[in-house]
């Protein structure tokens, strides 16, 4: 057990010398994202929207879209990121030469995206915080949970698809019919309860709605042992599901 813990950090490792090589390229994009629909919606159309749930639209903006940077972070890294690192590099090919296995490939990969989610939704907390959008700033740390929870599941749903596409093109598909789906329908841009019941049943079993519902709990102050209790829950049974149907595609992929 613990020298597989050993071999799987080290694939958590190799990932983190190799992106922060581009550190400040690689982090860009994960502020600046977030920061430009906050002013373009937040600012704009909130000028509009004066009320959702008792608060202003940017509050309301606020906590999705600090959850949907580990949605975003773990989905690319377990699907371009380790397609690329599969096909092109042969990266896992000379590492199944050495004692580490799938297994420790696919641990070590989930590590890594967990990590990345957790850290990209604190960051991303801090500069809405600073805003003030925060109703009480010391609950930041905790959202490092709810980054990590979100981006097991979706980092798995990235690594099902670097085993079933046949190009990288193919991502593309990927995106448009799951994971802009997820982003659009999650409860970020507007409450989900006015969506038709059809939506919203669908909607209960997207990893990224759970995210949404503890970052709210946590930035809102409102009910956060329930929302741990009850969207925390589903996500860590989806990480296990998510994880285990990844680890046996992946192996396919990487044996053959």
Not at 24 to 31: D, L, M, Y
């Amino acid at each position: 057990m613990l020298s597989t813990l050993q071999l799987c950090f080290h694939i958590t490792r190799r990932n983190w010398i190799v992106y922060k090589k581009d550190l400040v390229a690689n982090i860009s994009p994960t502020v600046a994202d977030p920061a430009l629909v906050l002013v373009s919606l937040g600012l704009g159309l909130g000028s509009f929207i004066t009320n959702v749930e008792g608060m202003s639209y940017m509050q309301f903006l606020a906590p999705g879209l600090t959850v949907a940077t580990a949605l975003f972070t773990s989905f690319f890294e377990s699907s371009y990121g380790f397609y690329v690192r599969m096909t092109y590099e042969n990266v896992y090919k000379a590492m199944l030469t050495t004692p580490i296995g799938v297994k420790e490939v696919v641990i070590g990969e989930m590590v890594w995206v967990g990590l990345k989610g957790a850290v990209m939704a604190v960051g991303v907390a801090i500069v809405l915080a600073l805003f003030g959008l925060m109703t009480n700033p010391w609950l930041i740390p905790a959202l490092a949970s709810v980054g990590f929870l979100v981006a097991l599941p979706c980092g798995a749903m990235g690594l099902l698809s670097s085993a079933m596409v046949n190009n990288i093109n193919q991502f593309q598909t990927v995106y448009s019919f799951l994971i802009a789906p997820l982003y659009f329908l999650s409860g970020i841009f507007f409450p989900i309860s006015e969506m038709h019941q059809a939506v919203r049943w669908a909607a209960e079993f997207f990893p990224l709605i759970h995210g949404v519902r503890l970052a709210q709990a946590l930035f809102w102050e409102r009910g956060i042992g329930e929302a741990f209790l009850y969207s925390g829950s589903i996500l860590v049974i989806q990480s296990a599901i998510l994880c285990a149907l990844a680890y046996s595609q992946i192996k396919k992929k990487l044996i053959n």
